[in-house]
Structure formats: structure tokens, C-alpha cells
DNA sequence: CGGCGTGATGTTAACGTAAACATCGGGGTG
DNA sequence: CACCCCGATGTTTACGTTAACATCACGCCG
């Protein structure tokens, strides 16, 4: 047994035993711990040793009440599984630490109206200044839900922009990027491999990557819908090792585009020799893959601290309103593009 | 502008004013926000009416300070960009919201003492009733720390088994599996790629593997020390791939295991005809390499459980005390293993 | 028919902190 | 030399909630 570390609830140090130790009121102990100027030197030394000595720590419960705000953001999510959503978690977190602000995290169990419904209903419980969103808008919609009232949010990967401000990657943009690279290696046209149905992300790109084309004035293939998975990718890759035309794949994220990888490997269609392939995110492994990815690269800690930024904006009453924040994307080439073996004709 | 949504500090809806509407005291309201039994029907729908009325929240802050908990837990880690970290920490966070508590997110700038010291500095002031951490102990010794008292903690990833509980995935066993496999399919001896010096489940890693050789009478052929990144194992593959007795490669994660499958498909040692290749962890994509992967899985779901779960223990004054909690590891067979061409002399 | 228990509701106080105001002492200025 | 101002510190109070205790009405039992 550890030496009885007491642990009765409400048991902690508090401003008024320093106070007694320091032979100071607690008011001033409360002046040293804020770091308020007007503590003279001896004094303040006084105090530092005895919340040293009786390891104090400040209830930031009772500072938050009296202050009326949390110095804490929500992050409302899905699944930290995805590459795109990790990164911009720990962006957030980064730069909300860097304003003095904390993260709670509120995983959403599942991606259903009830997951979402119960997330939100705890969020009503907890002690948070404002809300990230990261997840379709659609889907809050659907589940008829009203945000805790006084409480901001932020929304990424949506198309809300009319209603909360949103923060994404330049999904469209990229998509161009990806696809033009391709024409302009001479490639005919741009088969696609597209991502789930439900995701606005997924949405955008598949669009940019249709419109670019029609612009260009070339026929827009059968698109194979996919799950982000490289399972997905290597069955959507299965089916266009078998069109003899295809000869440039963009995939909508470099998961698929690893699967696709795969798929062509397997049956003989050599990236990029016979077939080039473009992901999107730029994902740390990309590089390594056979052969390493040419992709868009997404810059997640932009969009990471766009969101604190936006969110602390709104908190501090600078008010910002609905509207939409891209964040450009930049086209890594790396060696599963060239140009096609023969011209087009 | 929209219109007034009033945000002064201290400015929401209090159970006063809740109480004022519904003609009660606040103390009834009180009773029907916690779901006191005795609460008679028709007070407590005029109470609810109420407070749907005036958008009531309750102040999560000012009932952490009357219980002397805060229902949140605070999970401390360097990153998110590892699979095993961002995995870990999502079933934390649903683990912990099924015990009704919420997760901190403290992020550590960078592995440097000062990063850490101002993460936990930071700690300090965080409302949490007890934290998780996931990281290597010794880096916390190093930094001279002494968690903030009253706090309890679980690690992650360390051997601190004898000053803290320690919940981790079972390292050696697992690359015991993956070494002994190498061996069983025949395989004279297995090289290694190892990760980081500082990471302790690095380090276990590499023990297993140099004991699971010793013990079947094996040389142990010098290893290629990578940092988890596939660009490393890149390298450590180029290396390798010079080595013309190397039939078998054990990798220490799938990430440093895919550079390796790109090195040796440059070095044309096509796996696993000529080479066998071993990853760990199992990460979704190891499915999907070339070849797909023949790996380690390990049960990071199973881990974040274990964390809370022992956490809440030590918060619910159930002494648990130090000690180690294993998590147990299978090895998934794909298609980068084989027996060697030739059989050893 | 009076007392008393029971269940519903109201009143009081306290959790730990920090803003606002009060006090106290010393040094500069007219 | 008296006065005033300012910086250092102390005192009071309120933040919103809930435990503990107080009160009140009602109905049952002796």
C-alpha cells in the first residue's frame, strides 16, 4: 500500500492552505498564481515555496467558473482512423495549446443519427468554450439537432458554409491540379476513382475532376466509387486493369490510390509506364510506395489552426459569420505519372 | 449581423433563472437536471419547458467544483501521426465516454525535455482527474518531473512497471511470432530493421528478436536502425538489399517495412521469392503493399480500454498499484513470406 | 381528532478563485 | 512638514451548483 495518498473528493490544496503557509491572505497567493504584477519579490518567493511544499495545484474548475469560460475547445469526429482527421486533430490541439486553450475530444461512436445524436447531447454537459466539427454536415441535419446554445462552432469538410464557418482544403483545386497534370502529360482522359457518396470531400473532388475534364473537351469515363480504403482501391483498380483505354487513374485519396497500385501491379499494367496514377493527401508513406506517389499534397496543420483561429475569433465576439475558408493544395509529382506510350492520335 | 446572441463572459442561463421562470426554487431545479427521484411529474415538465425555454446548460464548471471531480481524462502524448497513437487514443476517448468521461488532448510540442515540461506545466492547470500517458517514462525522468499530486496515471509504452501501471501491447511475444515464423518457414536466420533508440517498444522489439534467434542457435546479423517512417525503412532496405544472404527481414513497423518492399522491388529481390519480409502492427494498409504484408496485428483498441479502465480503478480509490498489463499480439500471414528458394545446407 | 411520519419543495451554506474595493505605509512635492 | 498618491496587500463578495438541513402539507393511525 502507497503511503494513503488521500483522495477524498474536494481533498485538494487549496489558495487558502498556501495562504496559511505563507502567512499571506489568499488573495495574494491568488495574485501569484495568475502572475499578476504587484506582488513584491520576497513575497512572491514566499508563496512559490509553499505551493511547492504543499503541492498545490490551481482548481481550474473554480477559476472557470469565476471566470466564465473554459479555456477549452470540443472536437466532434468520427474516427481519428483516417490520415486527414489525426493530423488535423493534432493541428488543433497544437495551436489551441499555443492560445492557452485545452482539447476535449467527443468521439461520435457511429456514424449514424443516434452515434450523433448522443455525442451531442453530452456536449451539452461538457465544459467547452466552442465546437469543432469535423463531419458532414448533412448528417447533423438529418439527426434534426440544435447545438448547445452560447456555444460556437467551426465546421471542417462541409459544404455549411451559409450557416457555420467552414474551414477545408481546396478539394476542388486539387482535384484540377491532379487531373490537369495528367492531360498535360497527354494523357486522352482521366479515369476516377471516387470516394463514399457521403462525403462532401469526396463529392468535390469527383466534381472538379468531371468539370476539368468536359473543359478539356475529353470524355468523362464510369467512375468506380470506392470507401477510402485500399481494399476499395485495389477492387476499383481490379476493373480498370481490364479497360484497355485507361491509361491515367486519379484516385480520390492515396489509400485507394495504393490499392490501385496494387491492382495494376498484379496484373501486369507497369505504373507509370502503362497506366499513371495521382492520390490526394500526401500521406507520409505515399512516398514509398511502388512506384512513390505523385499526389496533392493537403496541408492539414493549415487547416488545423484556420479552424482555433476561426473558433477563438468567435468566442472573443470578433464576429466572423458563415462563410468558407480553403486551404490551396500543391501537387507533388513523384513517379507514377508520365506520359503515355503512344501519343493520342 | 446576426442577431444579438449576447456572450458576455458569465452571461448564460443559470439554474436562478431557470427557476425563476418555472416558478421554483433553484434547488428543484437542480434535482431535475440530476434526475432526483423526488420531483413531483407536473414540476418536473414545467422545469423541463423552462429550461428548453431559455436554452438552459448546466455549468459543468460549477459542478465539478461542488463534486471535487471533473469527470475528464487527460491523455499526454507526443503525437498523432503514428497509427498505433491515433488508434490508441480513439478507443480511449470511446471507452472513457462510455464510462461518462471525457478526454484531454495534451499535446507535447516536440520529444524534448522542454517540450514535455511544458506539457505537464500546462497539466498543471488542466482539469483532469487523471491522465494517460503515452510515452516513454525515462523522458519524463529526464525532464526531472513530478506529476502534479492527486493525479493518478497509467503509461503507455514504457517500462515503468514498478512506479506506475504500465498497459502495453506484448512487444516481445509479438516479435517472437514474427521471427519464429521466418524460421519455421525455413529461413537460416532473419535481419532486422529496428526503430528508434528511445522508443521502448522499439527496443523490446529488437530484444525478442535477437533472443528468439539466439535460442534457436542462429547468427544475429547486425541491424539497420530506422526512425518508424517508410523513407527510413527505404534506406535500411537499400542496405539490405546489398546483402546477399539476406532471405528474411523482420521490420519493427509496417511503415519501415513498406520502404523495405520498395527497396528490395528497386533492387529487383522480388519478395518473397527472393526475400521475406515481416512488418508489426498491421496497420490497414499493410493489406494492400506489394505483396500485401505478412505482419503483426496488434489490438490497439484492447490497449486504449485497458488504459481507462485501469485508470478509473485508481480514481475509484480501488488500488490497483503498479503493474503491467499485456495485450497479446497474432500474426496475420499475407503474401510476403515464403520459404526460401533453397533450402539451407 | 390530534400527532406524526412521509414526500415534495424551499433555504442555507460551501466548493476555490479572482474582481472590486478597502486599507496601509512610505516617498515625493509644494 | 503636511498632504497626496501609489504600490503592496487584505477583505468582501459573487460565480453556479448541490449537499444538508428546514419547512410544509397531507393523510394515516392510535
Same mark, same amino acid.
Given at each position: 500500500?502507497?503511503?494513503? *495518498?488521500?483522495?477524498? &473528493?474536494?481533498?485538494?490544496?487549496? #489558495? ?10 489568499s488573495?495574494t497567493?491568488?495574485?501569484? @498564481? ?16 509553499? #505551493? ?8 481550474s474548475?473554480?477559476?472557470a ?29 497544437a ?6 486553450y ?12 443516434? /452515434? ?18 469535423? #463531419? ?6 438529418a ?7 452560447g456555444?460556437?462552432v467551426?465546421?471542417?469538410? @462541409?459544404?455549411? /458554409? ?6 477545408d ?6 482535384? *484540377?491540379q ?5 492531360? !498535360? ?8 476513382? =471516387? ?12 466534381q472538379?475532376?468531371?468539370? =476539368? ?38 484516385a480520390?485519396? !492515396?489509400q #485507394? ?14 505504373? &507509370? ?10 500521406? &507520409? !508513406?505515399? +512516398? +514509398?510506395?511502388? &512506384? ?22 468567435q ?20 513517379? +507514377?505519372?508520365a506520359?503515355?506510350?503512344? @501519343?493520342?492520335?
Amino acid at each position: 500500500m502507497t503511503a494513503g *495518498r488521500t483522495r477524498r &473528493p474536494g481533498r485538494g490544496v487549496s #489558495m487558502a492552505d498556501v495562504a496559511r503557509l505563507a502567512g499571506v491572505s489568499s488573495q495574494t497567493v491568488s495574485r501569484v @498564481s495568475t502572475g499578476h504584477p504587484s506582488v513584491v519579490e520576497s513575497t512572491r518567493r514566499q508563496v512559490l515555496a509553499a #505551493m511547492q511544499q504543499l503541492g498545490y495545484r490551481p482548481n481550474s474548475a473554480a477559476r472557470a467558473l469565476k471566470r466564465g469560460e473554459f479555456r477549452t475547445l470540443g472536437v466532434i469526429l468520427f474516427t481519428l482512423a483516417t490520415t486527414g482527421n489525426s493530423r488535423t486533430v493534432e493541428a488543433i490541439a497544437a495551436y489551441a495549446a499555443s492560445e492557452g486553450y485545452a482539447i476535449t475530444l467527443i468521439p461520435v461512436a457511429a456514424p449514424t443519427q443516434d /452515434g450523433v445524436l448522443g455525442a451531442f447531447s453530452r456536449l451539452g454537459e461538457l465544459a467547452v468554450d466552442g465546437i469543432i466539427v469535423i #463531419m458532414e454536415v448533412h448528417l447533423l441535419d438529418a439527426a434534426n439537432l440544435s447545438l448547445p446554445p452560447g456555444v460556437q462552432v467551426v465546421v471542417v469538410d @462541409s459544404d455549411a /458554409g451559409d450557416r457555420y464557418p467552414v474551414v477545408d482544403t481546396d478539394q476542388a483545386d486539387g482535384a *484540377r491540379q491532379a487531373v490537369q497534370h495528367l492531360l !498535360d502529360l497527354g494523357h486522352e482522359t482521366v479515369w476516377h476513382v =471516387t470516394g463514399p457518396a457521403e462525403s462532401f470531400a469526396s463529392e468535390r473532388r469527383t466534381q472538379a475532376w468531371r468539370r =476539368t475534364l468536359l473543359e478539356a473537351g475529353r470524355t468523362v469515363p464510369p467512375v468506380r466509387r470506392g470507401d477510402w480504403s485500399a481494399d476499395s482501391g485495389y477492387r476499383a483498380g481490379l476493373s480498370l486493369a481490364a479497360e484497355p483505354d485507361c491509361t491515367a487513374v486519379f484516385a480520390a485519396n !492515396d489509400q #485507394m490510390a495504393l490499392g490501385v497500385l496494387r491492382a495494376l501491379h498484379e496484373r501486369g499494367r507497369p505504373v &507509370p509506364r502503362d497506366v499513371s496514377v495521382v492520390g490526394f493527401d500526401d500521406i &507520409p !508513406d505515399s +512516398s +514509398s510506395f511502388i &512506384p512513390p506517389l505523385t499526389t496533392v499534397h493537403q496541408d492539414f496543420a493549415e487547416v488545423g489552426r484556420r479552424c482555433v483561429q476561426g473558433l477563438l475569433r468567435q468566442i472573443r465576439d470578433e464576429p466572423a459569420g458563415p462563410g468558407t475558408v480553403l486551404v490551396p493544395t500543391r501537387l507533388v509529382q513523384r513517379a +507514377s505519372t508520365a506520359a503515355p506510350r503512344r @501519343s493520342p492520335g
